[in-house]
């Protein structure tokens, strides 16, 4: 039992544009199911969005760096050895506490990666990390060089392009739901975080 419990993550999930739908909530629940502890902070106060565009706009008027210094706060609250993950809009608040936060155990970037120089210097050392997107998306497409000199540079780090175009592919309470990228998705990550 004690091996099971060393073999758990406490993991620190933002959810993406349109708010914490109930596929973020049922993907935070799948790495619960695992065995993790998994912190989902709704960063929209219960407002989810039916488009990315809305959700856009409501970002927008609420404030992107507000929202991205409430989600940061979350971690102040937590211990210092987390895996932070973040899909989309989410990855902005994750990617920048995994490359400036001591202690990160692991990076989950679903959707979007950030160039690492705009967040520090490089990749911290030991810091594993998943890129997760599609070839055809549109949004991902702009981020797709980013992650590409990320896995260049950090020797634990990969990067996993799917087939299509969807963008917020694995939350299976939208229209972009993909059943058989999301399934790969899960497994990857699930085996991400049972490596630590």
Known sequence: MSEEIADMAEVLLFHHIQGLTDGVRAFADDLREAGHTVHAP???????????E??????RAAGFDAIRERGAAVADDLGSELVYA??????????RLAQTRPGARGALLMYSCLPVGELGKSWPAGVPV??????????????????????????????????GEQHLFADSSLDAYDADAAALLRERVRAFLAAL
């Open 42 to 52: 709704d960063l929209f106060d219960g407002r989810t969005f039916t488009s990315i």
């Open 54 to 59: 809305d959700g856009f706009a409501h970002a």
């Open 86 to 95: 973040g899909f989309s809009f989410g990855v902005t608040i994750a990617q």
């Open 130 to 163: 998943q890129v997760h997107g599609k070839e055809g998306d549109e949004f991902f497409d702009e981020d797709l060089p980013a992650a590409r000199e990320l896995v260049a540079a950090a020797p634990e780090a990969e990067l996993f392009v799917y087939p």
